[in-house]
């Protein structure tokens, strides 16, 4: 059984910093993870993501603000947010796709983060 857990979220100031971490228990075959966000009234959209092969992408609006990374041995994968903005406030989801493919995709529940 696959579950994906996050924690971290929290309410901070503009110009703050916040760390999310999602913990992976469960298999999942070729995986690739990564970081979604919904703000209010807007769809899902991509923040960060590493493939299976370990490349890194970020959403061009959080380049060089955020840091992905993953600790293998740990099973988790992390979000370091820096000078967060207002316009970060999301839901904030760590997803992971089986084969790397996202109609195989597993959600976790959502982290909360407000920047005032």
């Known amino acids: 059984h696959v579950q994906l857990v996050e924690s971290g979220g929290g309410s901070v100031q503009a110009g703050g910093s916040l760390t999310l971490a999602c913990t992976l228990s469960?298999?999942?075959?070729?995986?690739?993870m990564g970081w979604l966000r919904q703000a209010p009234g807007k769809e899902h959209g991509g923040v960060a993501a590493?493939?299976?092969?370990?490349?890194?992408s970020y959403a061009d609006s959080v380049k060089g603000r955020f840091t992905i990374s993953q600790d293998n041995a740990k099973r988790t994968l992390y979000l370091q947010m820096d000078s967060l903005m207002p316009e970060d406030t999301a839901m904030y989801y760590c997803v992971a796709d089986r084969l790397c493919e996202s109609r195989n995709r597993y959600w976790g529940q959502g982290t909360q983060v407000t920047v005032s």
């Open positions: 590493i493939a299976g092969d370990g490349s890194i």
């Open positions: 469960g298999h999942i075959k070729d995986d690739c």
